[in-house]
């Protein structure tokens, strides 16, 4: 007889490793499609493209434009691709470049604040040229720039503040992975692809924050820069080459090169948290002054404070308490901000900028001119306003400002902003960026035509080729200014 021994496998207590953070990066972006995006994520990309255009089109008429768009036409030439502003069209990724020069250039344009980015700057040129060269629809153009701002804003993040810390401006590092992402996504990059191209991308992400030391402008190319990046990457990875699988994570990661060799950590567990769940769009904030967006507290303060009948000839002195995280890129040193060397500097100054502030109870463009690096007003109170340390800030998810006035008589006057405007639980409306975007566009644009381009990029989503939108939004031709 013929005897069956039952034998029991015991179970198998092996995981499998969990994927790298480009796979699961990876895996969200090739599974994306536009009809995933929720009906407030789309109205808000929309706003927020806006508000990018109407900076694009106030930045060129200015000189850094003109020098840019000269140097990059001397390079390689007419091309085929929209620039913003009255500029003729250049290749594809010099009008990457070109465009995000004009939306970072005025220092105007948003910012998601856990990552310390400008994301619109990267991502909408990026989405508007190759969404335009493949002649996607609006709704693929629109999904693929959520997509580059998803991506950033969890990069940015996981670094909690720190990239600042060492030097690294986080629009041009976080932003070229997001611009990659985005572009293999467009160009039908498989999974594999849409990996490789994230290692790729990691020998080309840079920003050098060195332009604080004298207001030079290379940071208005950054953004740009994270665009060519990410295309020139995605390009070489759909061909097959290869990039390393562990850019975030790895030994010589993104993460390890630029932080940990310094003592810094990041939480890595950001990098992909809430993917699809959460949309980290939906907090990116829209500038209200030309400034840096660590200052934008500290200047509503000032304007409170006027505003409730402050006059700047009774002011002894001024402490402005800010986050210590960004003492080092708009209050220090002391001497360079106080009397800042051109009108760019002066856009990272709390000295200069709360001056002016309370001298002229308001700050936009027009108040941020050479004039007023020499006034003597804006000086010598400038020269009466010290910084320290905000005990009780939130940050980098809140950029807080407070302002302690004593007056001549003995006085303390007090008013805090714990967020920015535009923060999360501060939002400004609709009506706010579209205001925005026509006192921005009526610099150079006739009213007429600047309402045709917020009408047509208010209905982008509904746009069938993202070419003739982008003839539309740029108003290029091939006679366009050098």
Same mark, same amino acid.
Request: proline share 5%; glycine share 10%.
């Given at each position: 007889?013929?005897?069956?021994?039952?034998?029991?496998?015991?179970?198998?207590? %092996?995981?499998?490793? +969990?994927?790298?953070? !480009? &796979?699961? *990066?990876? /895996?969200? $972006?090739? #599974?994306?499609?536009? =009809?995933?995006?929720?009906?407030?994520?789309?109205?808000?990309?929309?706003?927020?493209?806006?508000?990018?255009?109407?900076?694009?089109?106030?930045?060129?008429?200015?000189?850094?434009?003109?020098?840019?768009?000269?140097?990059?036409?001397?390079?390689?030439?007419?091309?085929?691709?929209?620039?913003?502003?009255?500029?003729?069209?250049?290749?594809?990724?010099?009008?990457?470049?070109?465009?995000?020069?004009?939306?970072?250039?005025?220092?105007?344009?948003?910012?998601?604040?856990?990552?310390?980015?400008?994301?619109?700057?990267?991502?909408?040129?990026?989405?508007?040229?190759?969404?335009?060269?493949?002649?996607?629809?609006?709704?693929?153009?629109?999904? %693929?720039?959520?997509? +580059?701002?998803?991506? !950033? &804003?969890? *990069?940015? /993040?996981? $670094?909690? #503040?720190?990239?600042? =810390?060492?030097?690294?401006?986080?629009?041009?590092?976080?932003?070229?992975?997001?611009?990659?992402?985005?572009?293999?996504?467009?160009?039908?990059?498989?999974?594999?692809?849409?990996?490789?191209?994230?290692?790729?991308?990691?020998?080309?992400?840079?920003?050098?924050?060195?332009?604080?030391?004298?207001?030079?402008?290379?940071?208005?190319?950054?953004?740009?820069?994270?665009?060519?990046?990410?295309?020139?990457?995605?390009?070489?990875?759909?061909?097959?080459?290869?990039?390393?699988?562990?850019?975030?994570?790895?030994?010589?990661?993104?993460?390890?090169?630029?932080?940990?060799?310094?003592?810094?950590?990041?939480?890595?567990?950001?990098?992909?948290?809430?993917?699809?769940?959460?949309?980290?769009?939906?907090?990116?904030?829209?500038?209200?002054?030309?400034?840096?967006?660590?200052?934008?507290?500290?200047?509503?303060?000032?304007?409170?404070?006027?505003?409730?009948?402050?006059?700047?000839?009774?002011?002894?002195?001024?402490?402005?308490?800010?986050?210590?995280?960004?003492?080092?890129?708009?209050?220090?040193?002391?001497?360079?901000?106080?009397?800042?060397?051109?009108?760019?500097?002066?856009?990272?100054?709390?000295?200069?900028?709360?001056?002016?502030?309370?001298?002229?109870?308001?700050?936009?463009?027009?108040?941020?001119?050479?004039?007023?690096?020499?006034?003597?007003?804006?000086?010598?109170?400038?020269?009466?306003?010290?910084?320290?340390?905000?005990?009780?800030?939130?940050?980098?998810?809140?950029?807080?400002?407070?302002?302690?006035?004593?007056?001549?008589?003995?006085?303390?006057?007090?008013?805090?902003?714990?967020?920015?405007?535009?923060?999360?639980?501060?939002?400004?409306?609709?009506?706010?960026?579209?205001?925005?975007?026509?006192?921005?566009?009526?610099?150079?644009?006739?009213?007429?035509?600047?309402?045709?381009?917020?009408?047509?990029?208010?209905?982008?989503?509904?746009?069938?080729?993202?070419?003739?939108?982008?003839?539309?939004?740029?108003?290029?031709?091939?006679?366009?200014?050098?």
């Amino acid at each position: 007889r013929i005897q069956v021994r039952l034998f029991h496998m015991p179970a198998d207590t %092996t995981t499998l490793p +969990a994927p790298s953070i !480009a &796979a699961q *990066l990876a /895996a969200f $972006a090739h #599974g994306l499609t536009p =009809d995933m995006l929720p009906a407030a994520v789309v109205e808000q990309a929309k706003l927020l493209m806006l508000d990018a255009l109407g900076i694009a089109l106030a930045s060129s008429q200015h000189d850094f434009a003109h020098c840019a768009y000269r140097g990059l036409h001397a390079l390689g030439g007419a091309g085929d691709s929209a620039v913003m502003g009255a500029f003729a069209p250049l290749p594809l990724r010099d009008a990457v470049l070109m465009n995000g020069i004009l939306v970072h250039g005025l220092d105007f344009d948003d910012t998601h604040p856990g990552a310390i980015t400008h994301p619109s700057a990267s991502a909408f040129p990026l989405a508007l040229g190759l969404a335009a060269q493949r002649h996607a629809s609006g709704a693929e153009m629109i999904m %693929t720039y959520v997509l +580059a701002i998803e991506v !950033a &804003a969890r *990069l940015g /993040a996981a $670094a909690q #503040g720190r990239f600042h =810390d060492v030097g690294f401006h986080p629009t041009g590092l976080v932003g070229a992975f997001g611009c990659a992402l985005a572009a293999g996504k467009l160009m039908g990059l498989d999974q594999a692809g849409l990996e490789h191209a994230q290692g790729v991308v990691l020998s080309m992400a840079s920003g050098s924050m060195e332009f604080l030391s004298d207001g030079a402008w290379t940071k208005r190319m950054h953004s740009g820069w994270a665009g060519v990046s990410g295309l020139t990457a995605t390009a070489l990875a759909g061909a097959g080459f290869r990039g390393p699988s562990q850019p975030y994570e790895g030994r010589f990661g993104l993460y390890a090169s630029h932080l940990a060799a310094r003592g810094l950590n990041a939480d890595l567990s950001l990098c992909a948290r809430g993917l699809g769940e959460r949309w980290e769009l939906m907090d990116v904030a829209v500038k209200l002054y030309p400034t840096c967006h660590f200052t934008h507290a500290s200047i509503d303060a000032a304007l409170a404070l006027r505003a409730a009948g402050l006059r700047t000839d009774e002011i002894a002195s001024v402490q402005v308490l800010l986050p210590q995280g960004v003492h080092p890129v708009v209050c220090e040193p002391v001497a360079a901000k106080r009397r800042p060397a051109n009108v760019y500097e002066s856009q990272f100054s709390i000295h200069h900028l709360v001056a002016l502030a309370l001298l002229r109870g308001e700050l936009g463009l027009a108040e941020l001119d050479a004039a007023n690096l020499s006034d003597p007003q804006v000086q010598a109170l400038a020269d009466r306003i010290e910084h320290a340390a905000d005990p009780d800030a939130d940050y980098p998810t809140f950029f807080s400002g407070e302002l302690r006035v004593r007056t001549h008589d003995g006085r303390e006057l007090r008013h805090r902003e714990a967020a920015h405007r535009g923060a999360p639980g501060r939002p400004i409306t609709a009506a706010d960026i579209e205001a925005k975007f026509m006192g921005n566009a009526l610099l150079t644009l006739p009213r007429e035509q600047a309402l045709r381009l917020l009408d047509a990029l208010l209905t982008a989503d509904r746009a069938p080729d993202a070419a003739v939108l982008a003839q539309t939004l740029t108003h290029s031709n091939t006679s366009g200014t050098l």
